[in-house]
């Protein structure tokens, strides 16, 4: 009874935590892509606007929650719920220190992909009962991305695995304390990162939702708080992807001198910069040019690298 | 196993949708994400410029032409002001000529920057629509200065401009165009090479020398085609004889094509502004002309090169102090005329590319 | 410089796939209403764009039932100028490969860029300014 208190009272804690972050990041990205364009961003609300973010979420929460007449009534109202706890799922494995972590399950990385792509579904579900030509053209460019995106990530992950010999994400940390994983698997961690932005729909892969040709995608219908959820899925997801590489990759917690929760925070948060970057200065794929990309490049690259990784440890291992 | 069915459909874009310039509507026929059949839908802001124009006097007419193609208002007054000047045989002061030239140069660069910022935000890149936002800020700074208005500026008069301009004009004038070669630089480091941009526009929508002239294009988009046709060379309106410049074209007339040849307009234009500055000569701004003009019975056409293409008032006049029929020959809407040929087979996405480079503005394809 | 040459309405296909050898492009296809005389007046500009060949063709038509071929054929440019001479004058193009309204809605009566037009239910503005 007491430990599952204690694993609920934790999950509270991420989900306030998650909260928390992900206004964090909005706040960050709008402030990010405000200097990279020569403006300020938000200025007005609390210091340097950092209070906007609040006023915009109660403004959000406020607005009518409308829901179009022809849609699939049940489906248009599950799938933003789904798209939030897939979301949320991920960070109850993921380490932030050694001792952070509601529950270190000994297949956290399987766990975690899991998961993080039941996304695709609530994608679909709310392309699909939205019974709007652009929402489902948005939820099926989704599905034919993220799920060809899958295979790279995972194929990239795979040698990590194979390094430390276990799929927990405390273990795969600590099997790093001499080195990051990053120093033996560059290419992993580069098709890692590349897919992973794909996985979460960001510039230059950000096509399911291409506002300049779908409006808004497959969430063109939601309004009110059930647009905020999957706003919300998105940076969280964001978050998932970068904490996993800075785990998985970059010797997560691991780092001398600074407390170890700190380490994790730079090494996520100097990621999520990345992906900001990237996102800010590059501009949008086709659909099929962004297939081709998976297929025809991260795909043979990665089974490359694992072949590669996996004979390197059978000769020198 | 039953066979799978698959089903084409309609996909309405526009007359909301944040790609189509305005208030253009396409109807594609799509099959997936290919394009089968695209039907452009106009005249959501048709206002009857023609028709209003019969019953205005010949200088009401002239903020009406602002409302055309509101992002090169400039252009649009010189049009329609030379088109008169024409048929009532009115002689311009030298110093208009240079201070007309110099406007039309300068809103050739505001308007390329609109489309380039606008065609980088359709490709899904932000940040270089903000970029040219503030270089533009500039130039409706510097017509603020002289004409009043930063947007419909009803600046040119029969016969002269509405205003002299100051010294801090030609001073503004000339630092900005010092300073803004550098700026395309800046735009050209995002875009031009990047490898994502190029897949996107590269071998694109590509309109073939024939199929450019049949459709009558003008423009950039002509000379994109590769046909070295520029209205200032090929039929010289104002004192444009007396400027050195090169007139840009592209090869093979895809959407990168129309890229690069509008980015090296814009140079070209800085070129003009330079020499326009260094002859700016003294004297009047502005010729007699009557308020109440009466226009001697006949017919005119004066094609000048606005920033989309040909742009032309065709006047007929019965003598009477308003036009009997007035025409307007507004590029974008000519230019249009290709899409629906031209999107077959293209994707969705290469929709708003392709749109994107045409550069229309519905204000003058509606008029 | 601007060669003007007025044509039957019949000749109209034959004078232009002649004309079409020495001037390439099209750069409007107008009308102008002439009530009096009874008649519409097509104009077409065409011009080379190799040399400065510039031409004005013009065609009467008699005001009611107005109708000529179409010149889509020669040029594709004519396409839309056509439908929007049809949307605004009335003229049928025959031979035209899709003569719909253009600018106004489908279903608008009248032509209103003919003189005697009266848009329904709107009171003719004084004439303050003579």
């Known amino acids: 009874m007491i430990p599952l208190a204690i694993m609920l009272f934790k999950s509270v804690v991420v989900l306030a935590f998650l909260a928390v972050t992900t206004m964090f990041l909005v706040y960050l990205e709008r402030k990010v892509s405000a200097h990279f364009q020569v403006r300020y961003g938000p200025m007005r609300v609390g210091w340097h606007g950092s209070l906007q973010l609040i006023a915009d979420a109660l403004k959000l929460l406020m607005k009518e929650d409308i829901i179009p007449k022809m849609a699939d009534k049940w489906v248009f109202l599950t799938a933003p719920v789904l798209v939030f706890v897939s979301a949320y799922l991920a960070y109850l494995v993921i380490p932030f220190s050694p001792f952070l972590v509601v529950k270190d399950l000994n297949v956290g990385v399987l766990y975690v992909l899991g998961v993080t792509s039941l996304t695709v579904l609530a994608i679909l579900m709310a392309g699909w009962s939205s019974n709007n030509k652009y929402a489902l053209l948005g939820g099926l460019r989704a599905v034919a991305q993220i799920i060809s995106y899958e295979i790279p990530l995972i194929l990239s992950i795979i040698p990590v695995i194979m390094l430390a010999g276990s799929l927990s994400l405390s273990r795969i940390v600590e099997a790093q304390h001499t080195f990051p994983f990053i120093l033996l698997q560059p290419l992993g961690f580069l098709l890692y990162l590349l897919s992973a932005t794909a996985e979460v729909n960001r510039t230059p892969f950000d096509i399911p939702e291409a506002e300049s040709e779908l409006v808004a995608g497959y969430n063109i219908e939601y309004s009110g708080m059930r647009f905020v959820m999957f706003f919300f899925a998105e940076y969280l997801n964001m978050f998932t992807v970068c904490a996993l590489a800075a785990t998985l990759f970059l010797g997560g917690w691991q780092g001398p001198l600074l407390p170890a929760p700190v380490w994790f925070f730079l090494k996520t948060y100097f990621l999520v910069l990345v992906l900001m970057w990237m996102r800010w200065t590059l501009p949008r794929l086709r659909i099929d040019q962004l297939m081709d990309f998976c297929w025809k490049g991260l795909l043979p690259l990665s089974l490359v690298n694992l072949i590669l990784s996996a004979l390197w440890m059978v000769f020198y291992g | 196993m039953t066979e799978l069915k698959t089903e084409e459909y309609y996909l309405s874009m526009g007359p909301q949708h944040p790609s189509t310039h305005g208030v253009l509507r396409l109807l594609l026929k799509l099959d997936g994400e290919v394009i089968l059949q695209a039907t452009p839908d106009m005249g959501y802001i048709h206002r009857g410029l023609e028709k209003i124009a019969e019953n205005r006097l010949y200088l009401q007419i002239i903020p009406f032409t602002d409302r055309l193609d509101y992002l090169s208002s400039m252009s649009n007054n010189l049009a329609y002001v030379l088109a008169v000047e024409k048929l009532a045989n009115i002689a311009v002061p030298p110093r208009v000529e240079y201070l007309r030239v110099i406007m039309a140069e300068l809103n050739r660069i505001a308007s390329h920057l609109i489309w380039l910022g606008t065609l980088a935000l359709d490709l899904g890149a932000i940040t270089p629509f903000l970029y040219c936002f503030r270089e533009r800020e500039q130039v409706l700074d510097l017509f603020e200065m002289s004409a009043g208005a930063r947007l419909t500026y009803n600046y040119m008069r029969f016969g002269g401009v509405a205003r002299d301009v100051s010294t801090e004009f030609i001073k503004g004038t000339a630092d900005f165009i010092k300073k803004f070669g550098s700026k395309i630089t800046e735009y050209e480091a995002l875009l031009t090479n990047n490898p994502i941009f190029l897949a996107r526009t590269k071998q694109v929508g590509i309109i073939t020398p024939k199929q450019a002239i049949g459709y009558g294009l003008s423009g950039p988009l002509l000379r994109a085609s590769g046909i070295k046709y520029d209205l200032r060379r090929a039929l010289p309106y104002s004192i444009y004889e007396k400027f050195s410049f090169d007139i840009p074209t592209g090869e093979l007339g895809d959407c990168w094509d129309r890229y690069i040849v509008r980015i090296r307009e814009m140079r070209e234009s800085i070129k003009i502004i330079d020499q326009a500055l260094a002859g700016l000569p003294a004297g009047d701004f502005k010729a007699k002309v009557p308020l109440n003009l009466k226009l001697p019975a006949g017919e005119t056409y004066v094609p000048i090169e606005s920033p989309r293409g040909e742009f032309g008032f065709y006047i007929v006049s019965n003598g009477t102090n308003k036009p009997y029929r007035l025409k307007i020959r507004a590029p974008s809407f000519c230019n249009l005329s290709i899409i629906s040929n031209l999107l077959k087979g293209w994707k969705v996405a290469d929709v708003v590319a392709i749109l994107g480079t045409f550069d229309i503005v519905l204000g003058e394809v509606d008029r | ?130």
């Open chain 3, 1 to 130: 410089m601007i060669e003007e040459i007025k044509i039957g309405k019949d000749e109209i296909l034959d004078v232009c796939l002649k004309l079409k050898e020495s001037c390439d492009f099209l750069a409007f296809v107008t009308a102008v209403d002439y009530p009096e005389r009874g008649l519409l007046e097509l104009v077409y500009n065409l011009r080379s764009l190799t040399d400065n060949k510039n031409v004005i063709l013009k065609v009467e038509l008699p005001r009611e039932n107005p109708e000529i071929s179409s010149v889509a054929v020669v040029w594709p440019a004519a396409e839309w100028h056509e439908r929007e001479i049809f949307d605004l004058f009335g003229v049928k193009f025959s031979g035209h490969p899709d003569l719909r309204r253009i600018l106004l809605p489908e279903d608008w009566q009248g032509h209103p860029l003919l003189k005697d037009y009266v848009k329904p239910g709107v009171i003719k503005r004084p004439e303050t300014i003579k």
